[in-house]
Nanobody, 125 residues
Framework: QVALVESGGGFVQTGDSLRLSCEFSGRTFSTYTMGWFRQAPEKEREFVAAIIWKGETTYYADSVKGRFTISRDNAKNTGYLQMNSLKPEDTAVYYC??????????????????WGQGTQVTVSS
């Protein structure tokens, strides 16, 4: 069974940076596509970024493109979301998710099989 544990959230000021980590265990991480999603209060969960298992192509929501960077270290079984130039509208609970061999539909949360518990990111103005 796959387990995901996120860390790295916190309370920051506008313009600051944070790096979220997602530690994966239970299977072969390199065969899993990883996505990051976020959910703000009273809003639906939304796609943030994804990194594909094969070739490590990356995709981003328009709202974070140029500010966030998704990456992975298969040797450490860990994925990352580097968030720069944070804005108050980035405030949300951030979740990492994984699914094996996914190459399309990476922006849809229903495509993912395993989810972490979430980590809160709060950006103050």
């Amino acid at each position: 069974q796959v387990a995901l544990v996120e860390s790295g959230g916190g309370f920051v000021q506008t313009g600051d940076s944070l790096r979220l980590s997602c530690e994966f265990s239970g299977r072969t991480f390199s065969t899993y596509t990883m996505g990051w999603f976020r959910q703000a209060p009273e809003k639906e969960r939304e796609f943030v970024a994804a990194i594909i298992w094969k070739g490590e192509t990356t995709y981003y929501a328009d709202s974070v493109k140029g500010r966030f960077t998704i990456s992975r270290d298969n040797a450490k079984n860990t994925g990352y979301l580097q968030m720069n130039s944070l804005k108050p509208e980035d405030t949300a609970v951030y979740y990492c998710a994984t699914v094996r061999f996914l190459t399309v539909g990476w922006e849809y949360p229903e495509k993912y099989d395993f989810w972490g518990q979430g980590t809160q990111v709060t950006v103050s103005s």
